[in-house]
């Protein structure tokens, strides 16, 4: 009788390995060894790149500069408005102080004037428009 032995069972196991290399750079022009492998397979390309990356560079340095002058200018012209509005408000108040006073001073020649030609209670109510202008400037404008 034949005798059983066990087999030998053969296994091939592979081990493949694989590597990626990344490269990073940042900034508009490669590093030297990326530019001498650009240059290998389009020669002159390389020049290219950086020839490329210096007008990129001006040309963002002169929108930087007008937008800088642009923000100069609005700045400029507000400063103006602003300067034309604060004349312009005080204008306006010496118009109104001067117009009030006039008022007053009209108001007082009247009341003194139907004062002494015997109208005592129209010369009282003619005379509180001035009296009750001038508390409302003086007094009221405090608590504001």
């Given at each position: 009788m034949a005798k059983n032995?066990?087999?030998?069972?053969q296994t091939n196991h592979q081990v493949v390995a694989a590597t990626q290399t990344v490269t990073h750079y940042q900034g508009a022009v490669p590093p030297p060894e990326i530019l001498r492998g650009i240059d290998e397979i389009v020669p002159g390309a390389a020049a290219r790149l950086i020839a490329l990356a210096e007008q990129e560079s001006n040309h963002r340095r002169s929108l930087e500069v007008k937008a800088i002058e642009a923000n100069i200018a609005a700045q400029v012209?507000?400063?103006q408005i602003n300067e034309r509005q604060t004349k312009a408000v005080f204008r306006s108040d010496m118009i109104g102080q001067i117009?009030?006073?006039l008022v007053c001073l009209c108001c007082i020649g009247a009341a003194v004037y139907l004062g002494l030609n015997g109208h005592d209670w129209l010369a009282g109510g003619i005379a509180a428009i001035p009296t009750a202008a001038l508390i409302k400037a003086f007094v009221l404008t405090k608590n504001k």
């Open positions: 032995t066990p087999q030998k069972r012209a507000q400063a117009a009030g006073f």
